[in-house]
């Protein structure tokens, strides 16, 4: 059974800065394309920010310049450094493949709030 793990998320003031971190206990992780993904309150989940495995990046318009995706192989963690946070950041942020979806983890939440 695949498990995803997000954490960092918490409570933190426009243009400030959080670091999220997925751990996904998937073999095989090395070999897929992983992203960060988000659901603000009513709204779908989008995809924000995606990985290949050879590290190639691609991001939302709405986070590109302001969020930044990586991986490391050798731990299966997928972290997202995200800066300039904005109020519309707010959300839970969750990861998974960006193809074949796994089981969704628990997220991880993020508040803007001055």
């Known amino acids: 059974q695949v498990q995803l793990v997000e954490s960092g998320g918490g409570l933190v003031q426009p243009g400030g800065s959080l670091r999220l971190s997925c751990r996904a206990s998937a073999s095989g992780f090395r070999f897929n394309a992983m992203g960060w993904y988000r659901q603000a309150p009513g709204k779908e989940r989008e995809l924000v920010a995606s990985?290949?495995?050879?590290?190639?990046?691609n991001y939302a318009d709405s986070v590109k310049g302001r969020f930044t995706i990586s991986r490391d192989n050798a731990e299966n963690t997928v972290p997202l450094q995200m800066n300039s946070l904005k109020p519309e950041d707010t959300a839970v942020y969750y990861c998974?493949?960006?193809?074949?979806?796994?089981?969704w983890g628990q997220g991880t939440q993020v508040i803007l709030s001055s």
């Open positions: 998974n493949r960006v193809n074949s979806l796994y089981p």
């Open positions: 990985i290949t495995p050879n590290g190639r990046t």
